[in-house]
């Protein structure tokens, strides 16, 4: 089928807005290419300190300057689910790239956030500036230059962003990303949301809700509900950055073995001395494009209207909310996952999986096909999943009818007509609804601010019984510059609750929502945010606050010369920025883009008429200039 005209029309929006920075950032990429073994650069110094500790064997080839050599960059730790299964990766890694006869090296680690475990405290205003502080990570692990290709071991909310932005910086390189996988199914979601709003209203003990939760998040993997940490991994298969179907395979089974050793030697077959594949080619104008509609036809994290256009940004492309809205309007929602639904990504996966939702789109005109993958030309190819023949993996059409149509249906009947992601602007600023998991009566809200400088704050109002009434809760001073926009996961079983007992509730912020987001509207990442000189801290309690997702209408229904008058609200900001590591990050807020532009600490590429070849006079012999080495040799005493 011919491709949407409105998917079109955006894309063509996109490659001609993004041609300034697009075409600096491939000149960089091309100036970094080393045509050869990478390493080639380096002098018989450099290269001996990076192989020093390496096996005889491998330390041959990596001497020879013939076989490709692989970074492994990762986010493994022991604490965190998603990351634990990791700890088994870079051994399965190495032997699967030897027998490809080439050499892997473990080049970096990364930290890993995550947000379930900081949700409602402190260390969560680390949590969006940890995605930038993992791109610098995995910059200072490629900065080494010995490597051809680069595997990147990632799973959840910022890491993966902050890997693909950091590979995007060594977009010269090819990029494959290996996946963990889902921890196998918990209790029900529609059970875990139900004790959480019982625990709210004071009806659960807290040691109910303890056991509630250890019987959701239980073993390791990924949490199994489709918030940010799924997205991620639906994004980049859609994007062509993993092997086929490899996201949702559980950890700790032969399947998810024989899909890193597929991935491992991925990367080998896709380097310089192979089908040279740069990532920074797999992600351009088109591959962005594709990223936002699986995006929408999923029900994806709204953190992804930030991280989707930082990532867009790290490959001098430049997206907007304007294309996440006129796509969300022709896109249709194809998949009811928690918490757009009561099944988790194991069901979701079972009923026919990103294969099944991949190829209902191409067929319907709505995603580009012409885009290079992992695999090479067409995304064609990711309409599969694997399963294992003997210890190999191998790959089968995707099946032709879903498994289950109350979780995966085909393009021809949708959940939704749309992707159920809208934008919302007026005098209030620009902020981005999901509206998929929000019942068609409660997408409009018209009623008195109430207004809030913290979630403890709004709680306590909670709790003391003075929010039984309509509102709209307006949460100040929670954007990037203010505290490093922590997600407001804690507010969502208290309005859940409110609006379940027949009031008019919203929320219109500066911070961001919980990934997964939930029933009751939300406005979030207001943009400019009050910091920035952001119109919602003009807002006072009582005023009249429209927020309409039909029409797109966020808006303060105050007279105009009442509200030229006024001035910025204020509020005493110090204990978001000192403890827990906060004033280490004190750049990170003070250097910070807007919303809209990704909450980014990094500039797009400059335009600039020529890119100075980085390897240029790196042929120096033995030496390195400044080396300890070099010294002795140059002033012998």
Known sequence: MALHPVVDAVTQRIIKRSKPSRTAYLAHLEAARMRGVQRGALSCTNLAHGFAAFPANDKLKLKEFKKPSVAIVSSYNDMLSAHQPFESFPAIIKDAVRKADAVAQFAGGVPAMCDGVTQGQPGMELSLFSRDAIAMATA????????????????????????????LHFGHLPAVFVPAGPMTTGISNKEKARIRQLYAQGKATREELLEN????????????????????????????????????????????????????????????????????????????????????????????????????????????????NELSAVIPMLTRIYPNGDADVNHFHAAGGTGFVIRELLDAGLLH???????????????????????QVVWKPAPEITGDDSVLRPASAPFSP???????????????????????????????????DSQEDFM?????????????????????????????????????????????????????????????????????????????????DGDIIRLDAGTGTLEALVPAEVWAARTQATANLG??????????FAMFRSTTSAAEQGAATFPLPAPIPSTLNVHEGADIGNTVPGSDEDFLIKNPK
């Open 140 to 167: 200072v692990a490629l900065s080494h230059n010995m490597f051809d290709s680069a595997l990147y071991l990632g799973v959840c909310d910022k890491i993966v962003p902050g890997l693909l932005i950091g590979a």
């Open 213 to 324: 939760e250890a019987a959701s998040y239980h073993s390791a993997g990924t949490c199994t509900f489709y918030g940010t940490a799924n997205s991620n991994q639906m994004l980049m298969e859609i994007m062509g950055l993993h092997m086929p179907g490899a996201a949702f395979i559980t950890p700790g089974t032969p399947l998810r073995d024989a899909l890193t050793a597929a991935a491992a030697q991925r990367a080998v077959a896709i380097s310089e001395q192979g089908s040279y594949t740069p990532v920074g080619h797999v992600v351009d104008e088109k591959c962005m494009v594709n990223a936002i509609i699986g995006l929408l036809a999923t029900g994806g994290s709204t953190n992804h209207t930030l991280h989707l256009v930082a990532i867009a940004r790290a490959a001098g492309i430049v997206i907007d909310w304007n294309d996440f």
């Open 369 to 391: 096909d012409d885009v290079t993958t992992i695999l090479g030309k067409g995304l064609r190819a990711h309409c599969t999943e694997p399963f294992l023949d003997g210890e």
């Open 418 to 452: 749309d992707g159920g992601m809208v934008l919302v602007d007026g005098n209030l600023g620009r902020a981005v609804m999901k509206v998929s998991a929000v019942k068609i009566e409660h997408r409009v809200v018209e009623a008195p601010a109430l207004t809030f």
């Open 460 to 540: 306590h109002a909670y709790k003391a019984g003075r929010l039984d009434r309509d509102f709209v809760a307006v949460l100040r001073f929670q954007g990037p510059r203010a505290n490093g926009m922590p997600e407001l996961h804690a507010l969502t079983p208290a309005l859940a609750n409110l609006q379940d007992a027949g009031r008019k509730v919203a929320l219109v912020t500066d911070g961001r929502m919980s990934g997964a987001s939930g029933k009751v509207p939300a406005a979030i990442h207001v943009s400019p945010e009050i910091l920035a000189g952001g119109p919602l801290g003009l807002v006072r």
């Open 575 to 584: 204990s978001c920025q000192v403890g827990m590591g906060r004033e280490l």
